[in-house]
């Protein structure tokens, strides 16, 4: 594995509070696409680069009827991305300044074109947190957020349908597990017909919520039935499926060691101090807070990877292994050359088509502060 570094720019960067947001890999150009909130505007940028070519430019704010409105001013969870493959639309959901959900989306080189989600739903004003998938079994779109009632709430639609939104957990009728003010996850399992998951905080414990194609949802406390009894978490989850048809949830406890809690089907998860079994450093945590994680499978390699800031340096790791291989650590500065992390701010990872990893982190150099990615090719 070969790793460089890219510093993708400082048009916009001026200090911390320019901070990614969310990336997506675009497959028929090879494209990856980091969306950024802007500081003083809160408007949403984009930065997109291949191997030759590279641009940015303003997703809102723009000034051209319709007017869209600016991402809310709240740096964790509050904007996802990703590709509708049957159509080839580029996707970005946020929260806005007035607490409502907008999506923007645009082909090839298009202008994006966007609208408020909730304008012809009844569904509930979200919180500040949310996470975004396509399901591959029928390619429908979905928005999993936090509403202001701590209630996690499930929104559906498949091409220009009007969004069909429902309660999925933090209620009465799903456990009455509230949800915390964190950043929230989600993934579609595929050995199962397509189930959906979503993961949140309810007091520092991680909870499950799962929905089968055609089912409701259904939730359990993965912290209070998991063997190995793991610590609360202090970070938002984030999670991925292996090939080997494990799911895994991953999150920073109050020491800042990093642990995973994984399973099969519906088979009770298995708890491990990742940090521990590898030796490697400690995450930060800054008053009772981390930020979250980024993690990722690789299919190609069969490998997992956790991404995370070392407390004391803010330079960039991560964790990584095979099955039930040695989990090892490796300090990504040294691998790729790359710039220390400016701030533990959360990192970005994806796996491009050609297994080609990306982690995006806030970076500095000397023209300043900005962002790199970091690239492991194989």
């Known amino acids: 594995m070969r790793w460089s570094k890219r510093f993708i720019g400082t048009d916009i960067v001026d200090n911390v509070e320019s901070t990614a947001m969310a990336a997506h890999f675009f497959e028929p150009d090879g494209s990856v696409h980091l969306i950024v909130r802007e500081p003083g505007s809160h408007d949403l940028r984009e930065f997109w680069w291949t191997d030759t070519t590279s641009g940015s430019g303003k997703l809102t704010g723009n000034g051209v009827p319709p007017t869209i409105p600016t991402v809310i001013e709240v740096f964790l969870g509050c904007v996802a991305s990703y590709v509708t493959r049957d159509d080839g639309r580029q996707h970005v959901v946020y929260i806005t300044a007035d607490r409502e959900l907008w999506e923007l989306s645009w082909l090839g080189n298009q202008p994006a074109q966007g609208g408020n989600l909730l304008a012809q739903t009844l569904a509930p004003h979200p919180g500040v947190s949310l996470s975004a998938y396509v399901n591959p079994h029928d390619g429908s779109q979905h928005v999993i957020y936090l509403d202001q009632f701590r209630r996690v709430i499930e929104l559906q639609w498949s091409g220009n349908a009007v969004p069909v939104a429902q309660v999925a957990g933090g209620d009465a009728g799903h456990g009455g597990f509230p949800a915390d003010n964190m950043p929230i996850c989600s993934h579609v399992y595929p050995f199962d017909g397509d189930s959906q998951h979503a993961f949140y905080l309810s007091g520092g414990e991680i909870i499950e919520l799962r929905k089968e194609t055609g089912g409701d949802w259904r939730a359990r406390n993965l912290t209070r039935i998991s063997s190995g009894a793991p610590p609360l978490a202090v970070s938002g989850p984030v999670s991925h499926v292996a090939g080997d048809q494990t799911q895994h949830v991953f999150y920073v406890a109050a020491s800042g060691e990093i642990f995973e809690l994984w399973w099969r089907g519906n088979d009770v998860p298995q708890a491990e101090n990742v940090s521990f079994q590898a030796q490697a450093p400690v995450a930060p945590?800054?008053?009772?807070?981390?930020?979250?994680?980024?993690?990722?499978?690789?299919?190609?390699?069969?490998?997992?990877?956790?991404?995370f800031a070392d407390v004391q340096t803010r330079s960039p790791w991560e964790i990584w292994w095979s099955g039930s291989g040695p989990k090892t650590p490796e300090n990504l500065t040294k691998l790729a050359g790359a710039p220390e992390a400016y701030t533990p701010d959360p990192f970005h990872s994806l796996v491009a088509a050609d297994g080609s990893q990306h982690v995006i982190i806030t970076a500095s150099e000397a023209a300043g502060f900005g962002f790199a990615d970091l690239v492991a090719r194989p």
């Not at 800054?286 to 190609?300: E, M, Q």
């Open 285 to 307: 945590v800054i008053d009772g807070i981390s930020p979250p994680l980024a993690c990722h499978y690789v299919p190609s390699e069969g490998t997992q990877h956790v991404f």
